[in-house]
């Protein structure tokens, strides 16, 4: 993917999880701000099922009004709940109607610092517990979109000897590391997966799903430890060194990453090897952005290895000009690749 394009889909995503945010961040304020709120004892003075339903779907909610005093002032409020809860069915809504009948009293949470700011219920509801789950994929795509901009540009900064691939030296052995994604990419969708699978599990449970603050905040610290243990995971496999192409000298062999293996043999003699060849496939090209595969080719021409592949003719030809000359075998620019070739 081009760097402009991944700019401009890193700015869009980070402006829609900017304004989710601030619009879930205002709720849970208000929810931590109504912890804080004092209590007096106040009486329902009329309640009914409002409809919301629009032309797509059918959403019914209840509506409340409760006169409560303090300090021998009266006040009236209607809020039953921060974010007013709705039911697409209008059964459940008046379920929440007939619990609390006009004349019954109430407990009635204010804000001392604004004693006519009141609510009935402060207690978070399944649905916001479903927000808060989808609010995590909609936080770290974003970040893995910029943490792959990041990479890019610091593999610009390490020259264009292997097409910014990072090239470690140890006396015989050269080891360049070929990496499809980052440890945060991987972490990114690792804990938006199991952000979505805990959001499917909670949706499937219903009103029948625990609430209160214990369980979102739980449900969210485990999402997150996913993504983290995915990260360190592949931060260690990185390290392990499964993703290297690994040329020693002195034992004339070459070692193939684990990405490349394409048959049962992971390390070969360098005299096994006849040929550097960039290929252009045509299944990955497209009018904006064309992709390239370095291979290394073996003796026998039916056998070919492909290492990596980049967007950028430069690059990929780079590569393959700095892998012929420590491989010392010739190298073929490009070929066409017909479609069913794989």
Known sequence: ???????SIGVVLSLLALLTDAIVGYFLMQY?????????????THGEVIDKSSDDS?????????EYEI?????????????NESFDKAEDAAAIVKQLPVGSQVLVFYDPHAKNDSVLKRDINEQEVLILLVIIPVNVVPLAVWAALARRLR????????????????????RVQIMGYSPCTYGAIATSCAALLAAVLGGALGREAPTGWAIPC??????LAVGGYAIFHQREKQKSGIYDLIINKSTQRVKFPDCARQFKQVSLPLSAIAAVRVELHDEDCSETETRYRNVVLLKNPSQAVVICRWLSESEASQFADWLKEELGVPRHLFRRVAQQTT
């Open 1 to 7: 993917m081009r760097t402009f394009k991944l700019v």
């Open 32 to 44: 931590m701000r109504s912890m804080k709120y004092s209590t007096a004892i106040g009486k329902v």
């Open 58 to 66: 059918r959403r019914y909610a209840p509506r409340f009004k409760y």
């Open 71 to 83: 300090d021998g002032q009266n006040f009236i409020g209607t809020r039953y709940r921060y974010i």
């Open 155 to 174: 593999e610009r900064e390490r020259g264009r000897e292997t097409g910014g691939l990072p090239v470690r030296r140890s006396g015989d052995e050269v």
């Open 218 to 223: 739980t449900v969210v610290l485990m999402t």
